[in-house]
C-alpha cells in the first residue's frame, strides 16, 4: 500500500476515533510518559500488504473491532463458575460480581449437560460435581435469585440441551419481571464442536441443527442482544488440536451455522451478529495472539465475500477467552498463576472482548473461593496495572506476529479447502458433517495431541514441574470437595417440585413440545410453555429423545 493510501486510512481512523466514546481514564506510562491510542506506519512509509493489517475498527479488523480499542471499553471480566446446587453458585455469582466480575458465565453439571435429571440413575455420583445441577426453571430462578438478568450479560455453557436451558433462563428472567427482549448474553449451543471434540450431544446433528435454527430465528426475532452461539475452540484445543486447527475448525463452524441461518432464508446481517465465538489461549504467547488476530480477519472476508453480509457487525467476529485449562499442572500447581497471567495477557493482546482466567486448582478440582479470586485479580493486575489497555492492538506491525498471523490464517484457509471437500456439495456444511461421520476431525485431533506428546517426552517441549525443574518445597493444596450430601439435597428437592406440579399440564406441554417437534413449526414457543409449567430437564430432553432417537458415534480403529 503506498504512503498516500496509508496516510488516508490513518485519517479515516482518526476521525472515528474522535467521535467514539472513550473511558475516563489516565492513558499514560506508569512513569507519566503520554502514549497514542494507536502506532501504525512512520509517515511516509510504504507497506506492501498493509491492507491485510489495516486499522483498528476497519474491515478486517486485523487490529480490533473498535477505533478506540480497550480505551473505549475494556474486555469483560467473565468467570466460568458453577457447582453444588442453585444456591451454592447464586452465592459464588454474588462473590464474582462483587469482586468485579463484570458478567456471569453458568458451569453445568455433567447431567444437566447431557440433558439428565439429578434422579436419574445416569446422574448418580455425578450431581453438582462439574457444575451446578439444573432441572427446572425452578432452578434456574434460585440460581439468578438476587441478580438482576437484565442488567447482567450471563453466558451459558451447554450445547446439546441448550435450548431447554435457554427457555428455563427465559422463564427466570420473566419472573424477575424482566423486558425479555432487552435480555443479553450468550449460550454456547454449538453442536458441531460437540461431536468433534467435546462429546455431550443428544440426538444426530440434524435434529440438533433443527433446533438451533429455531433458537437462531427466534433471538433475531425477539431478543435481538442475545448471542444464541458460542463457537468455541476451545475444547477443540484442549482434546489436543494446535493452533491453525483450533482456528480453523472452529471458524468451519461458524460458517455451517451461517450456511444454517441463510437455509432458514434469515438475513445473514440479522443473525450473523448473534454468532460469538470462544477460544483457547494457550501458552505459547505470539502464537495465540496470532490466531486472535487471524480470525478476525477470516471471519470478516469470509462473511463479506462468500456469504454476502454487509452490515459492519456481522462482519465482527467477537471472542470470549479461557486461559488453557490443560496447560495447568497438577505438580507445582501455584505455577499455574503465572501461566495463566501469561495466556490472559495473549487473549488481550490479541483484543479478546471476554475472559475467563483459570484457577490454579483447577486441573485437582473446581476452584476454591481463594483460587478464584487469585484467577479474578490476575486479569485485574493485567487491567489497573500494566498498561496494556492504553494502546489499540500494541503488536500491529511486529514482522513476527504479522508474519505469524499470516501463517495461521494461511493453514486455516488449506484447512477449509480440505472440509469443503469432504462434502459432496461444495458447502462447508456437508464437509463438517461427513468429517464427523468419518472421524476426519477427531483422527487429526488426536494426531497432533500424539505429535505433541511424543515431543514431551523426548523433552523437545517442555514443561516446568513435569519434565524439567521437578524439585519443589510446595505442599499440598487444599482442594473443593463437593459432599454427596448435594446429590441428596438436590434429588429429594427436585421429587418435592415434581409432586407439587400439576401432573396433567406438564404432560400435554411435552404432548404439544413433541407435536411441533414432529412438523416443521419454531419450537421455542411449545418448549416455553413446558418450561413454564415446570417440566423438568429431563423430560423435555427424554421425550425428544423418544422422538428423535440418539445419536451413537461410529467406532473406528
Ligand atoms: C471450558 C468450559 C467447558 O465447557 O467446561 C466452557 O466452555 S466455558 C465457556 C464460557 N463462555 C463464555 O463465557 C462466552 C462468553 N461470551 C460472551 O460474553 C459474548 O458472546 C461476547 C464474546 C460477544 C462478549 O460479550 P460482552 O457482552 O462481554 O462484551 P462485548 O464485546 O459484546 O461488549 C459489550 C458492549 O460494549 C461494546 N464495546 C466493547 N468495546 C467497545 C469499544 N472499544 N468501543 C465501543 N463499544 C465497545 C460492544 O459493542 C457491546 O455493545 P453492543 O452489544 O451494543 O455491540
Known amino acids: 500500500m503506498n504512503a498516500d493510501e496509508i496516510a488516508a486510512g490513518r485519517a479515516r481512523w482518526q476521525a472515528r476515533y474522535d467521535a467514539a466514546r472513550k473511558r475516563d481514564a489516565d492513558f499514560t506510562t506508569l512513569s507519566g510518559m503520554p502514549v497514542e491510542p494507536l502506532y501504525g506506519p512512520p509517515e511516509g512509509a510504504e507497506v506492501p500488504g498493509f491492507a491485510r493489517i489495516g486499522w483498528p475498527g476497519e474491515y478486517p479488523y486485523t487490529r480490533g473491532l473498535y477505533p478506540t480499542g480497550y480505551r473505549g471499553r475494556r474486555w469483560t471480566i467473565r468467570q466460568f463458575a458453577g457447582f453444588g446446587n442453585a444456591e451454592q453458585t447464586n452465592a459464588r455469582y454474588k462473590m464474582i460480581l462483587a469482586a468485579g466480575g463484570g458478567g456471569l458465565s453458568v458451569a453445568f453439571d455433567m447431567p444437566t449437560l447431557m440433558g439428565h435429571d439429578s434422579d436419574d440413575p445416569k446422574a448418580l455420583g455425578e450431581v453438582g460435581h462439574c457444575g451446578v445441577a439444573i432441572d427446572s ?43 425479555i427482549t432487552k435480555l443479553d448474553g450468550t449460550l454456547q449451543t454449538d453442536i458441531f464442536k460437540e461431536y468433534i471434540a467435546q462429546k455431550e450431544w443428544l440426538f444426530a446433528p440434524e435434529p440438533h441443527l433443527r433446533l438451533i435454527g429455531d433458537l437462531m430465528e427466534y433471538c433475531a426475532r425477539h431478543i435481538p442482544r442475545y448471542k444464541p452461539l458460542s463457537v468455541s475452540g476451545y475444547h477443540i484445543r484442549e482434546a489436543g488440536a494446535t493452533a491453525a486447527q483450533e482456528l480453523a475448525y472452529t471458524l468451519a463452524d461458524g460458517f455451517g451455522y451461517v450456511e444454517l441461518g441463510l437455509s432458514r432464508g434469515l438475513d445473514v446481517n440479522v443473525f450473523a451478529p448473534g454468532l460469538s465465538f470462544f477460544f483457547d489461549s494457550h501458552v505459547d504467547f505470539f502464537e495465540e495472539i496470532a490466531k486472535f488476530r487471524a480470525a478476525r480477519r477470516i471471519w470478516a472476508r469470509w462473511l463479506r465475500e462468500e456469504y ?143 505429535t505433541y506428546q511424543q515431543a514431551l517426552e523426548k523433552g523437545d517441549k517442555r514443561i516446568v514441574g513435569v519434565n524439567c525443574h521437578t524439585t519443589t518445597v510446595a505442599k499440598d493444596l487444599e482442594i473443593l470437595r463437593i459432599s454427596h450430601e448435594v446429590e441428596l439435597a438436590q434429588k429429594k428437592l427436585l421429587a418435592a417440585r415434581k409432586a407439587d406440579r400439576q401432573r396433567d399440564t406438564v404432560d400435554a406441554a411435552l404432548a404439544a413440545l413433541v407435536e411441533v417437534a414432529r412438523g416443521t413449526g419454531n419450537m421455542i ?18 421425550a425428544l429423545r423418544a422422538e428423535w432417537g440418539v445419536y451413537r458415534e461410529p467406532a473406528r480403529f
Open 137 to 179: 426453571a425452578a432452578d434456574m430462578e434460585t440460581l439468578f435469585d438476587g441478580i438482576d438478568l437484565q442488567a447482567t450479560t450471563t453466558s451459558m455453557t451447554i450445547s446439546g440441551p441448550a435450548v431447554p436451558a435457554f427457555c428455563m433462563y427465559l422463564v427466570a428472567a420473566e419472573r424477575q419481571g424482566a423486558d
Open 308 to 450: 454476502g453480509a454487509t452490515s459492519e457487525k456481522a462482519l465482527w467476529l467477537r471472542f470470549h477467552t479461557q486461559t488453557a485449562g490443560v496447560s495447568l499442572t497438577a505438580q507445582q500447581p501455584v505455577n499455574n498463576v503465572v501461566r495463566t497471567a501469561v495466556e490472559a495477557l495473549a487473549a488481550v493482546l490479541g483484543g479478546t472482548n471476554s475472559l475467563h482466567t483459570n484457577a490454579l486448582d483447577e486441573t485437582l478440582a473446581l476452584p476454591t473461593d481463594e483460587s478464584a479470586e487469585i484467577a479474578l485479580r490476575t486479569q485485574q493486575v493485567l487491567m489497573e496495572e500494566t498498561g496494556v489497555t492504553n494502546v489499540a492492538d500494541p503488536l500491529g506491525g511486529s514482522w513476527y506476529v504479522e508474519a505469524l498471523t499470516d501463517k495461521i490464517e494461511a493453514e486455516a484457509e488449506a484447512i477449509f479447502a480440505k472440509i469443503r471437500s469432504l462434502g459432496s456439495d461444495g458447502t462447508i456444511t456437508a464437509g463438517i458433517l461427513r468429517g464427523i461421520e468419518d472421524g476426519y476431525f477427531t483422527g487429526q485431533i488426536a494426531d497432533s495431541a500424539f
Open 525 to 542: 414457543p411449545a418448549m416455553l410453555d413446558a418450561v413454564r409449567a415446570e417440566a423438568s430437564m429431563g423430560e423435555i430432553c427424554d
